[in-house]
């Protein structure tokens, strides 16, 4: 695969879970656990 | 209902291009059209306090405190207090050697706390600074030895409360031995990208923990619990009326989060921040109080909203789809952009296993040569 189908690959799945960790981020908030690790 | 779903595609479709693309170029425009340019000495030299607040960092303490003893910084305008909040480990033996002043080396300071939390830590840090600008830093990064003076020199100006610095990853620098370095450097780079023209405007969104500074009087009490400290404390001084401004020259340097769990963890930390802020500082919120209401609501609660607009557009494209050219363009591009993050995922997979098998090889190489060498 070339290198930079590779780079936006990287970067599309850093995009996405950035996307999930909000959400993830929400969920915990809302549940009260420990976040600030 | 197709009317409907074309709303709900283009609202949410025109929130995630306004975040991520919009923002931006309406900040350049802006920077561009209404600079804000505030006066700097290079000459200034104010008493500055150093707090650290440092939980179970015994180990990497003495080498951050002679770096820290190590900026070109007059030593008798400088103090560096250490908040050890609840440690367990060898904190105060670690620091031992350094405390107190000794010739012409700046004093060091320990508080010693029960766990109480990174934001009591730093109230108890800046209630015992004796300088009238604190300086806030962490234990794992290092700074530039013109850090200091690169950052007080932005106070010269009195409408300056606050500045931050520029910290920089390994992984920009080509250094890192991270598998998600690629993706955390862009994303960085972008990010200071728009501080940085936050910052000609009038103030950035927050600060940078890890390195930024703040007249003491500006500096008001950190609710327990507060999970984004370097944004609370630079918005209410945005709040008190002063600016926050970005110096990219005061550098300090940290390494890129190993793989895609350690970032997934600190993202989400940060995140749920953001929510917080909006509890712990609703005034932030209102644009009539917060001056910069239009950059903290596109800049930090924009961001938040952008997973549920992207479902929306998801699922809005795929039902307006059949037999509509441009919608089924629209789910098929989606499509693609999912699969090509499934993809990257599976690299960062990969790369980690390897990583860590390489890693396990080294350990075990080392252990054996020990075992030959006794």
Known sequence: MPDAIKRAARVSFAFVLMNVSAVAGLLRLLRRREVWK | MGSVMEIVFWVALGLVLYV?????????????????????DPQSLPGVSIVLA????????????????????????????????????????????????SGRRPRVRLIELDEAGKA????????????????FADA???????????????LADPSVGAVSGE????????VASSTIGDSVGTYWRYEK?????????????????????????????????????????PM???????????????????????????????????????????????????PFVNRVWLQFWSHKLGRLLVPYALIAVFVSSAVLAPGRPFYIAATLGQVLFYALALYGGRLEQTESASALAAEQQRSEQTARRRAVNA
């Open chain 2, 236 to 286: 209410r001084v945005v709040l008190a009326g002063s600016r926050v401004v970005f110096d990219e020259t005061a550098r300090a340097f940290d390494v890129t989060p190993p793989d895609a769990a350690t970032e997934a963890q600190r993202k989400a930390r940060t995140l749920a921040g953001n929510y917080q802020l909006a509890v712990l500082e609703p005034r932030l919120l209102l």
């Open chain 2, 167 to 174: 910290l920089v990853l390994d992984c920009e620098l080509g």
């Open chain 2, 54 to 101: 440092a939980r179970n960092e015994g180990r990497r303490l003495p080498g951050r405190i002679d770096n820290l003893l190590s900026l070109d910084y007059p030593a008798d305008r400088l103090e560096i207090i250490v908040v050890s909040n609840g440690s367990t480990d060898r904190t105060a033996q670690a620091l031992a050697p350094y405390l107190g002043a």
């Open chain 2, 20 to 40: 991520y693309v919009g923002y931006p170029v309406l900040l350049a425009v802006w920077a561009r059209l209404r600079p804000r340019p505030h006066h700097v």
């Open chain 2, 193 to 233: 990208f728009i501080r940085k023209l936050e910052s000609r405007i009038d103030s950035t969104s927050g600060a940078t923990g890890a390195v930024y500074a703040m007249r003491r009087t500006l500096w008001r009490e950190l609710p327990a619990g507060t999970l984004l400290d370097d944004v609370l404390a």
């Open chain 2, 140 to 154: 794992r990064q290092r700074f530039a030895s013109d850090a200091v003076r690169q950052l007080v020199r932005n």
């Open chain 2, 120 to 135: 009591i830590a730093l109230n108890a840090g800046v209630a015992a600074a004796r300088h009238d600008v604190v300086v």
